[in-house]
């Protein structure tokens, strides 16, 4: 049933067999001995495409909810004795997974060392796609999803801070504006990442024209590379707070705050499908998860800290 759904999804054999690192003989075999045992062909094969029959379609969400229902089973049989075991795949987003993530490994190793994490880090639409579609248990992104079939439970609140070449005029300050980010030409990350929009929503809220902020030709895929293009001169950007210690510490910037009351910031959390019977596991990782967004902030920045009511102290 699993190579089926995996198939159905992917369309391509080859990248289904990756995915369950199987061989394509053992996929197919593992696909003809289900349609022979259900009488149905669900997947129709040509040499050009693969194609979900009707049949195959209907019976699709089926397999899936039965998926799903095999590995909570799994999940619950695991932990029975009250602590998480097992495999959990966990999705982050890309400007949260390096600034975080060895603090939540860490975290998971220490409290529940039974558990198996699988981490994947992709854009939040690809994170959605993925838990509508179980590929993975939870995803950890910026709120609100807007998407349907998913429980969000907020995490933190984190603020966004102004990066800019060494020597720049708003260089140093603790009481920035958002109308000030006039005065700077904004390096963006790439479509499709979510700080891109969050940084561009600012801009509209600032009145800034976005399509005059945005560099439009210069692109990055990373943080990491943008922070390079501040060093070299290009412009200046806006980072998440828990991306300041790990990306912002090498010579040739200066950082910026916005002033206190300025609401710059975005809200993290955890999603999960509303479908799931895990929900008490994923909010007792959510507080793993929570704390090391406190210890990746620089010790004089860990007051700017907010955590969510169910994770503060």
């Given at each position: 049933m699993r190579t089926f759904v995996?198939?159905?999804?992917?369309?391509?054999?080859?990248?289904?067999?990756?995915?369950?690192?199987?061989?394509?003989?053992?996929?197919?075999?593992?696909l003809v001995a289900l349609e022979n045992g259900l009488g149905v062909q669900l997947i129709e094969r040509s040499t050009r495409k693969v194609i979900v029959t009707p049949v195959g379609e209907e019976l699709l969400p089926y397999a899936?909810?039965?998926?799903?229902?095999?590995?909570?089973?799994?999940?619950?049989?695991?932990?029975?004795?009250?602590?998480?075991?097992g495999p959990l795949t966990l999705g982050l987003i890309p400007t949260v997974a390096p600034y975080l993530l060895t603090g939540v490994l860490t975290g998971f190793k220490d409290n529940y060392p039974e558990l198996e994490p699988r981490i994947v880090e992709e854009q939040?639409?690809?994170?959605?796609?993925?838990?509508?579609?179980?590929?993975?248990?939870?995803?950890?992104?910026?709120?609100?999803?807007?998407?349907?079939?998913?429980?969000?439970?907020?995490?933190?609140?984190?603020?966004f801070v102004v990066v800019l070449p060494e020597g720049h005029p708003l260089g140093g300050r603790d009481d920035l504006t958002l109308e000030e980010l006039h005065q700077i030409?904004?390096?963006?990350?790439?479509?499709?990442?979510?700080?891109?929009?969050?940084?561009?929503?600012?801009?509209r809220r600032a009145s800034v024209n976005p399509s005059e902020a945005a560099n439009t030709v210069t692109r990055a895929a990373s943080l990491t590379t943008v922070?390079?293009?501040?060093?070299?001169?290009?412009?200046?950007?806006?980072?998440?707070i828990s991306a300041l210690e790990a990306e912002c510490s090498r010579?040739?910037?200066?950082?910026?705050?916005?002033?206190?009351?300025?609401?710059?910031?975005r809200e993290v959390g955890m999603v999960f499908?509303?479908?799931?019977?895990?929900?008490?596991?994923?909010?007792?990782?959510?507080?793993?998860?929570?704390e090391s967004f406190t210890a990746s902030l620089p010790e004089a920045t860990r007051q700017r800290a907010t955590l969510a009511p169910d994770y503060a102290a």
């Open positions: 995996t198939i159905a999804e992917n369309k391509h054999f080859g990248t289904a067999a990756n995915k369950l690192s199987i061989s394509q003989p053992s996929l197919s075999q593992a899936k909810a039965t998926l799903e229902a095999a590995d909570t089973f799994l999940a619950h049989s695991r932990g029975a004795n009250g602590t998480l075991s939040t639409k690809h994170l959605l796609q993925q838990l509508r579609d179980g590929q993975i248990d939870a995803g950890v992104i910026a709120l609100p999803s807007e998407a349907s079939g998913l429980i969000e439970v907020p995490l933190y609140r984190e603020e030409d904004l390096l963006l990350l790439d479509d499709g990442h979510c700080l891109r929009d969050q940084v561009l929503d600012l801009c922070i390079q293009l501040v060093v070299a001169g290009l412009g200046g950007t806006l980072v998440p010579p040739g910037l200066s950082v910026s705050y916005f002033a206190e009351g300025v609401n710059a910031q499908r509303s479908s799931s019977s895990r929900a008490e596991e994923f909010k007792k990782l959510g507080a793993i998860i929570a």
